[in-house]
């Protein structure tokens, strides 16, 4: 028995130990009020913060009943339907300027706008040798767990690093926002090309190019695309840029950014929450639920058949055996993900460019029947949110399934930096909730008597 076989032993052995001194009996929950997930019963979350970043809307309150609506969802309180009506009515990209409206609070004009997007243009260039010294250095089949390396690295780069002044912290935040579509992209060519033998692509996208369109240039190998190619991951980028101060990572930075550390450590902390298939990596899972779909059912057409699968997955029979519809429900979104319905509405035209349009139809029966069967079991309101298209959109874009999260952070650090200055200017104290110590207390045995 070599030395690796004795230490699996022995973590298997150890690791019955801790399932059996870890267990919490569930009914002391109930006892002692605990809202697990900070959400009550009726799936309100609990008030830790105020913000004025975002707000999501979900249901209204009539004689303190919570009543389900149609989703709605407003950066700095501007609805996000208007603001992709504005965008997308006059064919422009949009994503550089939300990231704009949730950072400073306001719409910008159109001299501060091309102001902006100079700036972040002017960032989107990695220090000397970065690539080669970093990124190329151990290359890792996980794109989040690369891009948080390489921000924690970027900490050495920075004089100030440590500096918590709201011009220095804003200064970090957008050189971020500008280096996030290299780091993930320029993660994903390395492991592309050490771990899976493709020719590896460094491009070096032109300062002029907007977010989505430089993504595009660095990782095709010929560094072309259609308008409406980057128009639509674009929009993807929009929706995903914020979603209020309650979700996982956002929430994950507020709790981070109180302690008082520095800027790269709460994004780091940040991408490891998104990186979780419960938050981030959802969409990812869709794609893959659809793969195991067409292999496992015979007639994609045939909705009984159809509707069969899905009892499997949610009986856990079936996919990952998690139970879960990756793509249909949400935490705060009852009759309607607005993302969701904004995407839907979109995603066709690319679905007829690139010939998918049977795939499209799989998806909504899918969508329809999923929604049937939870709601009868769960006895409320669901619906498809976000993840169930932005998937469906990547693959369509070509996009390698490794770089799925990636873009969702790609997006999601405006939002993060908008909450971290929040945090830093306003709150002024370290976030600390209690846990209620339920093992009982026990007298200390001398280790000869044990």
């Not at 919570?66 to 700095?76: A, D, S």
């Not at 102001?115 to 290359?139: C, N, Q, W």
């Not at 069967?373 to 932005?390: E, G």
Request: glycine share 8%; charged share 25%.
């Amino acid at each position: 028995m070599n030395r690796f076989t004795e230490l699996t032993t022995s973590i298997e052995h150890l690791s019955e130990k801790c399932i059996k001194n870890g267990h919490i009996d569930p009914e002391l929950y109930d006892r002692y009020e605990v809202r697990k997930g900070l959400r009550y019963k009726t799936g309100r979350g609990v008030l830790t913060g105020l913000t004025e970043v975002g707000e999501v809307k979900s249901y209204t309150i009539d004689d303190n009943k919570m009543i389900p609506c149609e989703g709605k969802l407003y950066y700095r309180g501007v609805d996000v339907e208007q603001l992709v009506e504005g965008f997308t009515g006059e064919n422009r990209f949009g994503f550089e300027e939300i990231a704009y409206l949730l950072l400073f609070g306001e719409q910008p004009k159109i001299e501060d706008l091309e102001e902006f997007k100079h700036d972040i243009g002017v960032y989107r260039m990695l220090p000397t040798s970065f690539v080669r010294d970093i990124i190329m250095k151990a290359p890792s089949g996980d794109m989040m767990n690369t891009l948080a390396r390489s921000v924690l690295t970027l900490y050495s780069y920075d004089k100030y690093a440590d500096d918590l002044d709201i011009k220095n912290v804003l200064r970090q935040s957008m050189q971020l926002i500008a280096l996030f579509p290299l780091l993930s992209v320029y993660g994903y060519q390395a492991y592309n090309h050490y771990q899976k033998g493709q020719s590896l692509f460094i491009h070096t996208p032109p300062e002029t190019l907007s977010t989505a369109e430089a993504i595009l240039y660095m990782l095709r190998p010929d560094s072309k695309f259609t308008d409406l190619e980057a128009k639509l991951l674009d929009l993807c980028l929009v929706l995903h840029a914020e979603h209020g101060g309650g979700n996982n990572s956002t929430f994950t930075t507020h709790v981070v950014s109180s302690s008082g550390t520095d800027t790269y450590s709460s994004v780091a902390a940040s991408l490891g929450s998104l990186k979780g298939p419960k938050h981030g990596g959802a969409n990812k899972k869709v794609v893959e639920m659809f793969d195991d779909i067409r292999q496992n059912v015979k007639d994609c057409e045939d909705e009984d058949e159809l509707r069969e699968y899905l009892k499997k997955v949610i009986k856990k029979e079936a996919f990952d055996k998690s139970g879960l519809i990756y793509g249909i429900g949400h935490a705060v979104y009852s009759l309607s993900d607005p993302r969701a319905k904004i995407l839907e509405g979109f995603v066709g035209s690319l679905a007829k460019e690139k010939g998918k349009e049977e795939e499209l139809e799989l998806y909504y029966r899918v969508e329809k029947i999923a929604i049937e069967l939870l709601q009868s079991k769960r006895n409320r309101p669901i619906s498809a949110n976000v993840d169930f298209y932005s998937g469906f959109v990547y693959s369509m874009l070509g996009l390698p399934l490794e770089l799925y999260t990636p873009i969702f952070a790609i997006a999601r650090i405006v939002g993060w930096s908008a909450h971290r200055i929040e945090e830093l200017m306003n709150a002024n104290k370290i976030i600390r909730p209690a846990y209620k110590n339920v093992a009982k207390h026990t007298p200390y045995i001398p280790l000869s008597e044990r």
